[in-house]
């Protein structure tokens, strides 16, 4: 089964939840495609800004994330998206940190340039607009797709966690979360409020 995965890569919750998918790869038979999504697009015309984001720092990570997925796939931005988080030092900023995570990925450091530019602007746009439309513009990120046994497209936003599931605890977590979202007409399921993330 493959799992396509829309995400931001500016995003803690995101962050987790990403691992938690890797964490499925491990115990269910599912391969993860990794796409580009963005805060910054989804929250354009709002009159609030829930991102705290007015001077649109947060396009810079994500130009670069396209940048990459455009010139060396879909795989190189998971490795991207991977080193990014884990190879951070505190105190820096998006650019000096992207230059590293990028040279972590084994790809050219000179691709964080791109965060300075609209050149993969239409790229995001449209990345992130096939994710969105299999979920709707009510959601954030991440958003994930599979193809289910029937052929249908199950689709949800999330699931949104604060600490990382591992093994089994995963396995199943994925299973409950294709069922639900899988069930014809479902549309939305809360649990408790939000805490801080764990980041692993």
């Not at 670069?64 to 030092?89: C, I, K, N, P």
């Amino acid at each position: 089964m493959i799992a396509d995965f829309w995400f931001d890569p500016a995003c803690p919750f995101t962050w987790i939840t990403s691992r938690w998918l890797l964490e499925v790869a491990k115990v269910r038979p599912v391969e993860i495609r990794w796409h580009v999504m963005s805060l910054s697009v989804l929250n354009e015309g709002r009159d609030d800004d829930p991102e705290g984001d007015p001077e649109g720092y947060l396009w810079v990570p994500v130009r670069v994330a396209s940048a990459v997925r455009h010139l060396h796939g879909q795989e190189a931005l998971g490795r991207f998206y991977t080193a990014l988080w884990t190879s951070r030092d505190d105190g820096q900023d998006w650019i000096g940190e992207l230059e590293k995570a990028l040279t972590v990925a084994g790809l050219p450091a000179g691709l964080a340039e791109a965060g300075q530019t609209d050149t993969y602007d239409d790229l995001v746009r449209a990345s992130h607009a096939e994710g969105v439309a299999l979920v709707g513009d009510h959601v954030g990120t991440p958003i994930c797709a599979v193809t289910g046994a029937a052929e249908e497209r199950i689709a949800f936003f999330g699931p949104v966690v604060s600490r990382l599931p591992t093994g089994e605890q995963a396995g199943r977590l994925w299973d409950g979360t294709l069922l639900v979202a899988g069930t014809p007409h479902f549309h939305e399921l809360k649990g408790r409020a939000h805490e801080e993330p764990e980041l692993p």
